[in-house]
Nanobody, 116 residues
């Protein structure tokens, strides 16, 4: 089992920034990719960004490219971050950390609210 715990959510005005963190524990040696997803009220959960185990490769949803950056701690690769800049109202959602093949493990989510 892999446990994921997110932190860093909150409320911010449009144009502001937040940094989300996700710490993995448990069978972390099984973790390859880690990623972030989000779900807004009344909408389906959607992919935001992902990063490989080495941290060498990243992938983003088009709407967050050039605004969000996913990274991993170089000394502790069971921690992943999502730096969110130039936040927009439509970025408001619960953000979830995910890991493992087929995104088999999920965190409990952290709320991000962007006011216009």
């Amino acid at each position: 089992q892999v446990k994921l715990v997110e932190s860093g959510g909150g409320s911010v005005q449009a144009g502001g920034s937040l940094r989300l963190s996700c710490v993995a524990s448990g069978r972390i040696f099984t973790i390859l990719n880690m990623g972030w997803f989000r779900q807004a009220p009344g909408k389906e959960r959607e992919f935001v960004a992902s990063i490989t185990k080495s941290g060498d490769f990243t992938h983003y949803q088009d709407s967050v490219k050039d605004r969000f950056t996913i990274s991993r701690d170089n000394t502790n690769k069971n921690t992943v971050y999502l730096q969110m800049n130039s936040l927009k109202f439509e970025d408001s959602a619960v953000y979830y950390c995910a890991a493992g093949d087929g995104w088999s493990s999920w965190g409990q989510g952290t709320q991000v609210t962007v006011s216009s």
